[in-house]
Every structure is written in structure tokens, then in C-alpha cells.
């Protein structure tokens, strides 16, 4: 999963269907084609860990034959390592566990990179950083939540940029270039400020794909947001 360059600086939109009309989610990752999205975001919900209930197996493998964007997989799941094997073979490009239902976490992430996936690792709201720090060298992605899981079209938590910029220190001081990504309630008004605390991936649901023009729309107002904040303080 590579980043596309935006305004100067390297930052990956992944749109997360969790958004669209759960109909008709062909037509909504038909009109990501060519938005500048270089991931499609795919929130896997059990009613246990979290209490909505999302996508299985099936629509993960529907997904990934509509669909040239790579998948990367958000499993907000109790027992993840139980499905990391099927949820590969569905054609998952990244798969995300979360560390506070992930005992063997390390193990986990090795599996996960075994099975030829981008490996990742998300912290609620209430997890410190530091649950990720001692399996540093096998993350490709840490996953900072910015509301609570579970539901999309929540308000951003701006007190998550401390955390965002506290693993963009330990990655530097670790020289490892791991991904940071923030999800939940970015929108034009929030990405900016995610980017400067040194996040690399925005996930974005409802600011893109109920954005009144479209779901491109949705990605280059967030593009744009970036490039502006990117200007001013250049
Ligand atoms: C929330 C999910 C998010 C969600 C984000 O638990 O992990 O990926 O889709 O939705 P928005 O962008 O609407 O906050
Ligand atoms: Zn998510």
C-alpha cells in the first residue's frame, strides 16, 4: 500500500465504507476510481468488542473484486487471530487488530505479515501509546482512534493529537517509518491538524462519502484542507 503524494507532504486518504449506503457499495467504490483514495478503509464490527455489527467475510471478497484500491481491514473484533487466515485469503491488503483485545499481540503481527499483509495495530481513545512500543519493529501501522469505535460520524477527539505526536517522536527516535494513521470524525476542519501532529493516513467516512458532490469530492476537499494548512505555515 503505497502514499500519494499530497501538496508536498506524503499523505494517504483511505475512504472507509463504513459510510456508504450498505446497498450499494459497488457504486460507491466505483466513484473512488481516480479520486486520489489509495486505500479503501474496511470496518469489521462483532457486536461484542464494539456494539454495531458491520462486514464479513463475503463482503470483503465482494470488495475486493469491485475494486483495484487495496483493502486494508479494521477488525474491532474480539479473538481477531482467530480470522486473520480467511480475512488474507478474502484478499485483505492490511489487516488492523486492536491491541486491547489482542493478548499475543506480537504474535499476532507476525502472523498477519506471515499471511502477506500489512500489519497494524489501533489503540482506543483510553490505550496509551505505549501498548504499541514494544512490538515497534513489527508495526507497519499504528492505528490511533480519534472517537470511540463503533460508529461513524462521531466528533473528532482532539485531545488524540498528543498521542499521534508522542509515536511520531518514539518512531523517529526508533528510525522506523511506520505509518500513523488517525480515524474517526476527520473532516476538512480536523485532517490538517492530525498531518501537523505527524499523522500519514487520514481514514475518513462520513466527510467523504456524505460529501453533497460525491465521494471524490469528499477526498480532494480533505487534500485540499491539507495543502492550505501546508501553505499557511510555509
Ligand atoms: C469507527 C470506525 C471508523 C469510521 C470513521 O469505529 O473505525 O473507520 O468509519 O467514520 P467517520 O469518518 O464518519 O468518523
Ligand atoms: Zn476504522
Redesign the pocket.
Known amino acids: 500500500m503505497t502514499n500519494t503524494p499530497c501538496g508536498g507532504a506524503s499523505i494517504v486518504i483511505a475512504p472507509?465504507i463504513?459510510?456508504a449506503d450498505p446497498c450499494a457499495l459497488g457504486a460507491a467504490v466505483g466513484e473512488l476510481e481516480g479520486s486520489g483514495a489509495t486505500r479503501l478503509?474496511v470496518?469489521i464490527?462483532d457486536g461484542r468488542f464494539?456494539p454495531n455489527i458491520t462486514f464479513g467475510f463475503d463482503t470483503v471478497s465482494r470488495l475486493h473484486a469491485l475494486t483495484a484500491l487495496p483493502l486494508e481491514l479494521?477488525l474491532?473484533i474480539v479473538e481477531p487471530e482467530r480470522h486473520l487466515e480467511r480475512f488474507a485469503a478474502c484478499g485483505a491488503a492490511g489487516i488492523t487488530v486492536h491491541v486491547e483485545v489482542s493478548p499475543h499481540l506480537h504474535r499476532t503481527l507476525q502472523t498477519i505479515r506471515e499471511l502477506g499483509c500489512v500489519a497494524g495495530a489501533a489503540v482506543n481513545p483510553g490505550t496509551p501509546e505505549t501498548a504499541l512500543f514494544e512490538v515497534t519493529d513489527l508495526l507497519d501501522c499504528a492505528l490511533v482512534?480519534t472517537?470511540n469505535?463503533?460508529?461513524?460520524?462521531?466528533k473528532f477527539l482532539p485531545s488524540m493529537l498528543g498521542k499521534v505526536e508522542r509515536l511520531r517522536q518514539h518512531f523517529t527516535d526508533c528510525s522506523r517509518t511506520a505509518d500513523i494513521e488517525v480515524?474517526?470524525?476527520?473532516t476538512s476542519d480536523t485532517a490538517a491538524s492530525a498531518v501537523a501532529a505527524g499523522a500519514t493516513t487520514l481514514?475518513?467516512?462520513?466527510?467523504?462519502f456524505h460529501h453533497p458532490e460525491g465521494a471524490a469530492a469528499g477526498v480532494h476537499a480533505l487534500q485540499e484542507s491539507i495543502v492550505k494548512a501546508a501553505e499557511q505555515h510555509s
Not at 469505535?149 to 462521531?154: I, S
Not at 481514514?203 to 467523504?208: E, K, M
Open positions: 472507509s463504513l459510510a478503509h470496518d464490527m464494539v479494521h474491532m482512534m472517537v469505535p463503533g460508529f461513524g460520524g462521531q480515524d474517526g470524525g476527520i481514514v475518513a467516512g462520513t466527510s467523504v
